[in-house]
């Protein structure tokens, strides 16, 4: 390994060190920290040239490294991805709808199979007029299907039963994603407003700080003006971030289906680097195996097999009548069999089968519109994940060494009396909670566009 190498991976370890250090010191549940109460800015024309003897009463940085400096961005203990997963399939309403329906779809294609029933009728004639009896007997009516109509029609079902397993399989894979992507936003949540109670808490001490030595003399009005005004800031982005993080939560309970679960902890990391994933692979993947396509191709099949159905139609169904009549006045038994053709003149079902064909064509373009847009979700999809690769990869190799090296470099001449100030000391501060800000915002977003694509694009962001 270059020697380059090793000091950028002690330099980023340093500074996450830093950022583990000041981040444990707050306790997991949400709190709000006060402004300090200063008393009104009493007049001070003649104050004096800043002076440096209060150095040791401001925030120092730690020098030590502890041994769980790669343990920033991560939360240990609390629930499972595994567990949430588990928990959304079993009380989220959409996945038992889907459920629901593929029942729905195998009785009808029960139904479609069913041949025609016979039909009975008796009827007779004199019957209760008092001149005797006259005439009885019974009509057994049967159709027959012909063009092997009933066959289609329980393929035409069946399709139906298949998109409903792969909307089902959809969901599932919907739902399994949209948790994943709620649990990584829910623990960036938790991790900005980590940072925003940091910022919060060092503000407030430069502000103390700053508010004692005016008071003595030793520094200007402006300088406490100053802090007051950024410790306001920082205290609103921390009221923000606190409502943000109840925000994650809901919409991760949400997705469970359980909303009454109570805000608590979950174990994961936005550190994980996600499984490597390239263009071709993914898209053969994609246009093999996503739910999606697979049902805009069935549709385009039930589309023809309707063609073929509806062209049947012009083959007419045979209907066969068996007729029994005694004939109590002397003629005896009559046995009748009758058969009826209806004949297509006029009618071959022209219409349906135009129409038929043209939902076919539909079909088709649906099929190839689905493909499409897979193809520029997935490309969307890399897009933010390469950009998110090489922002974090910046980051760790040069944004996050710098922005610590420089926050090092002017507490070092703050501490030996040199030309940095207390002020350009904060604003160093400053620079690294917003440094580490982005660095979050660029960790959830690589998972999150990893999840979606690993997902087949199913979830929705």
Not at 14 to 34: D, N
Request: charge should be neutral; aromatic fraction near 8%.
């Amino acid at each position: 390994m270059s020697p380059t190498r090793i000091i950028t991976g002690v330099v980023f370890r340093v500074f996450v060190a830093f950022f583990i250090v000041e981040l444990t010191a707050a306790e997991f549940s949400p709190k709000t920290i006060p402004a300090p109460r200063l008393a009104p800015l009493p007049p001070n024309a003649n104050a004096p040239k800043q002076d440096l003897s209060h150095k040791q009463s401001l925030p120092e940085v730690p020098g030590e490294v502890p041994k769980e400096i790669m343990n920033v961005a991560v939360s240990h203990g609390g629930i499972s991805f595994e567990e949430l997963q588990a928990i959304a399939r079993q009380n989220n309403p959409i996945l038992r709808q889907k459920y629901a329906m593929i029942a729905a779809a195998q009785g009808g294609r029960t139904q479609a199979g069913l041949y025609p029933n016979p039909t009975m009728t008796a009827a007779g004639d004199n019957i209760g007029t008092g001149t005797g009896p006259g005439k009885y007997g019974l009509t057994l009516t049967q159709e027959v299907v012909l063009a092997k109509k009933k066959k289609l029609d329980r393929s035409i079902a069946n399709v139906d039963v298949q998109v409903a397993q792969r909307e089902y399989e959809m969901e599932c894979l919907r739902l399994q994603n949209q948790v994943k992507i709620a649990s990584y936003r829910y623990l960036g949540a938790q991790l900005m407003r980590h940072v925003h109670d940091y910022s919060t808490r060092i503000s407030g001490e430069f502000l103390e700080s700053a508010d004692r030595h005016y008071r003595a003399g030793k520094t200007k009005a402006v300088d406490v003006l100053q802090f007051r005004a950024t410790h306001a800031e920082a205290e609103v982005h921390y009221r923000n971030s606190l409502t943000e993080e109840r925000n994650a939560w809901t919409q991760l309970v949400a997705v469970l289906g359980t909303p009454d679960m109570p805000q608590q902890p979950i174990a994961g990391s936005l550190l994980d680097d996600p499984t490597p994933l390239d263009w071709e692979t993914s898209w053969c993947r994609l246009q093999q195996m996503s739910p999606q396509m697979q049902i805009a191709c069935l549709k385009s099949k039930q589309a023809q097999i309707t063609v073929d159905r509806q062209r049947a139609e012009r083959v007419g169904n045979v209907t066969f009548i068996g007729t029994f009549s005694r004939d109590i006045t002397g003629e005896g038994n009559v046995p009748f069999v009758g058969i009826s053709v209806p004949l297509k003149i006029y009618d071959r079902n022209q219409g349906n089968i135009a129409k038929a064909q043209a939902e076919w064509a539909a079909a088709n373009r649906s099929a190839e519109s689905v493909r499409l847009e897979l193809y520029r979700s997935l490309a969307d999809s890399f897009k933010d994940l390469e950009n998110s690769r090489e922002l974090i990869k910046a980051f760790k190799t040069k944004i996050l060494p710098n922005t610590y090296q420089a926050l090092m470099e002017t507490h070092t001449m703050y501490m030996n009396n040199e030309t940095a100030s207390y002020i350009e000391l904060y604003h160093q501060r400053r620079s690294m909670i917003e440094t580490s800000l982005s660095f979050i915002d660029a960790l959830e977003l690589q998972l999150v566009s990893a999840a979606l694509i690993e997902g087949m694009l199913l979830g929705s962001p």
